[in-house]
């Protein structure tokens, strides 16, 4: 059977952008020639990054005017790490999101959605991991600097943190699917553990019985689960994409953040 990968690429691009989730490299310009003074950060890191390939040596075949510092190198590994792991992050959203309607009430077996939402917080999380680290490194860079210019960046500064406090949310998710409960049949078991030790305790198991009362609660509170697991996953889900949407304004911070300190040293 041949399957339609561009069908579902598209499909799954159409998920993204409903969601407000576009490409990284989409962030910066408003056209071919304008800034985006709302994500200038990008643009400054394209046209103005902490290390610049010395091309003209390359083509020249001379030495370079001078060699990068261990800084430029590891601010430039980490922001370029960043790009791609949130390339990753976007993949694997948009192919929990392509899943999610097939997700269905007390499902013993994982799914496709939890498979790729547990992929996109592993990414995410790194991503978010890349842009602490380049700030820890941009502070190191231009201590004195920032000591400096210390008032005037304050409101970029705590504008970064709410954002890596926001993002702490999914950190905390990926934590706990990584050290606790992974996957759905651990969650059912751990559901119908619970039910067992209930009735354990009460010594008896919920009446079931055509038209009698109790089944009927029985029955009724079983919808209301299945309901409150369905908006659950729709949760998570907006979980994912809002992190996204997070992370990019913080990667715009903070490379505006490094250019501007770096352009005042």
Not at 112 to 120: K, P, Y
Not at 154 to 167: P, T, W
Not at 171 to 185: G, I, K, S, V
Request: hydrophobic letters at 40%; proline letters at 5%.
């Amino acid at each position: 059977m041949t399957i339609d990968l561009d069908a579902v690429r598209n499909r799954v691009e159409e998920l993204l952008l409903s969601r407000g989730v576009f490409d990284i490299d989409a962030f910066g310009w408003l056209n071919e020639n304008d800034v985006d003074p709302e994500f200038a950060g990008y643009a400054m890191w394209t046209l103005d990054p902490p290390y610049d390939h010395d091309v003209s040596s390359w083509q020249e075949n001379t030495p370079p005017s001078r060699a990068p510092t261990k800084a430029e190198q590891r601010l430039m590994e980490l922001g370029h790490d960043f790009f791609g792991l949130m390339k990753g992050t976007r993949h694997f959203i948009g192919h929990a999101l392509l899943h999610q309607p097939a997700v269905r009430p007390l499902r013993v077996e994982p799914t496709d959605f939890d498979f790729n939402e547990f992929a996109a917080l592993v990414a995410l999380t790194a991503a978010s991991d890349r842009l602490r680290d380049f700030i820890i490194v941009t502070k190191r860079q231009y201590k004195k600097t920032r000591d400096k210019l210390h008032v005037s960046s304050l409101g970029l500064e705590d504008a970064l943190k709410k954002g890596f406090d926001a993002i702490d949310k999914a950190r905390f998710d990926r934590n706990e699917a990584a050290h606790e409960l992974a996957t759905q049949p651990a969650r059912v078991q751990r559901q119908l553990i619970s039910a067992d030790r209930r009735a354990f305790e009460e010594q008896r198991w919920p009446v079931r019985g055509s038209g009698e009362g109790p089944y009927e609660d029985f029955i009724a509170e079983q919808e209301l689960l299945d309901a409150k697991e369905l908006a659950d996953v729709e949760a998570r889900a907006k979980l994912l994409c809002d992190c996204y949407v997070t992370l990019v304004k913080m990667g715009e911070l903070s490379f505006r953040i490094e250019h501007s300190w770096r352009q005042a040293k």
